[in-house]
């Protein structure tokens, strides 16, 4: 999960095992959440998302798990390669129209061959 | 595929000094951002414009100034760069039709 303090959490899975990467979110109006992934020494790349009225959102090997009742997101990497290792973080719009972002302090995922 | 240029990789700057942190899109976005990156704080929202000379306060605007002369270009301005402003700086633009944010590089600055 996210963390509040200076040490990123971290995952460490082997090659070809599932992924999965979870966010608490802070704001019950909130109505768009995203993933990001940010490899090291790039910018942020979306990854996927989700709108509230949705559940469930499947990309290519990517899932986002939305749970409105508890404010958790959670992203699951299917058959994780070692181009996967990077830091993932959530986003959530409690913006609006205005595209204003709050995200998460991000989760490093490092995959083992 | 939408470029976002930033125009320093790294710099090191003194404490007083005024920088200048540029930022180039290609996709005609009306929307613009500036995030700083703090380990332990994720991304905080610094300034954002959704159109040509218009900008709004983010989360954390304090000690930064903004300009959006042309749509292209967003400039994060450090009037009196102090040490705690040594973070990482991302500009990113939004597909409004996507709803995609696009991130830049980021700039490294160092304060001493």
């Known amino acids: 999960g996210e963390s509040v303090g200076l040490h990123l959490p971290t995952l460490s899975v082997q090659e070809g095992d599932n992924s999965i990467i979870n966010c608490a979110y802070s704001?019950?109006?909130?109505?768009?959440f995203i993933w990001y992934k940010q490899e090291s020494g790039k910018g942020p790349q979306f990854i996927i998302d989700?709108?509230?009225?949705?559940d469930k959102r499947q990309g290519q090997r990517v899932t986002v798990l939305l749970n409105k009742t508890v404010k958790h997101l959670s992203l699951q990497i299917a058959a994780t390669q070692p181009g996967d290792s990077a830091v993932y973080f959530c986003?959530?719009?409690?913006?609006?129209?205005?595209?204003?972002?709050?995200f998460g302090k991000g989760t490093l995922l490092t995959v083992n061959p | 595929d939408v470029k976002v240029t930033q125009s320093s990789r790294y710099l090191v700057k003194r404490t007083g000094e005024k920088v200048f942190l540029e930022c180039v899109q290609d996709?005609?976005?009306?929307?613009m951002f500036w995030y700083r990156q703090d380990p332990g704080l994720g991304l905080r929202l610094i300034y954002f414009?959704?159109?040509?000379?218009?900008?709004e306060k983010g989360d954390i605007p304090e000690g930064y100034s903004v300009s959006r002369e042309k749509k292209e270009r967003f400039s994060l301005i450090l009037e009196s760069a102090s040490t705690n402003q040594t973070s990482m700086y991302l500009c990113?633009?939004?597909?409004?039709?996507?709803?995609?944010?696009?991130f830049g590089p980021g700039t490294r600055l160092t304060v001493t």
């Open positions: 986003a959530e719009n409690s913006g609006g129209s205005n595209y204003k972002l709050t």
């Open positions: 704001n019950s109006a909130s109505d768009y």
């Open positions: 989700i709108r509230s009225n949705m």
């Open positions: 996709m005609d976005h009306e929307n």
């Open positions: 414009s959704y159109d040509v000379k218009m900008k």
């Open positions: 990113a633009t939004l597909d409004r039709l996507l709803d995609e944010q696009y």
